[in-house]
């Protein structure tokens, strides 16, 4: 070889889950199904998410439930640390922050994750939700830790 990089991910990672998905159109795993949110584009450190609102997304009074900005956030910001990782790493969300900015009653939300800041075992993440007229909805930051790969998650 010539020294140049491909685009490969290596086997086993959650990057190579993810950008089957991307392809296919199939969820990145059944929670995301669930709620409906479609991954869009991933990378190592960065992840965008679309989710059309339907009425089981709204609360009693007809806007998006702070549940579903909170899931959508986590789910990119999680999906943006893990692609990351290397094969056979795991990862849980340590801690989670949501500003809700304005409400949506309708439309597609598109949710971009990224990576600010990974060091061995901790990373710093942040994500802003945004309607398709690219108002921001929401702005969340996370901390995820890297399990250690003999770690039980219970």
């Given amino acids: 070889m010539d020294g140049a990089q491909t685009n490969t991910p290596e086997p086993g990672t959650f990057l190579e889950r993810y950008l089957t998905a991307v392809h296919s159109g199939a969820p990145a795993f059944p929670y995301a199904g669930l709620l409906g949110m479609r991954l869009l584009e991933v990378e190592p450190g960065r992840a965008k998410i679309e989710l059309e609102v339907a009425e089981h997304h709204q609360n009693p009074v007809g806007t998006v439930h702070g549940g579903v900005y909170c899931s959508l956030a986590d789910t990119a910001m ?63 930051s996370c901390t995820c830790m890297a399990l250690p790969e003999r770690a039980e998650v219970s």
Wanted: hydrophobic share 40%; glycine share 12%.
């Fill in 78 to 140: 999680g999906i943006a640390y893990s692609a990351a990782l290397g094969p056979g790493q795991r990862f849980v969300t340590v801690e989670l922050h949501v500003q809700f900015l304005r409400p949506a009653q309708s439309g597609r939300l598109l949710a971009e994750g990224r990576l600010i800041k990974s060091g061995r075992r901790l990373g710093f993440l942040e994500c802003d939700i945004r309607n398709d007229q690219g108002e921001l909805l929401a702005r969340a």
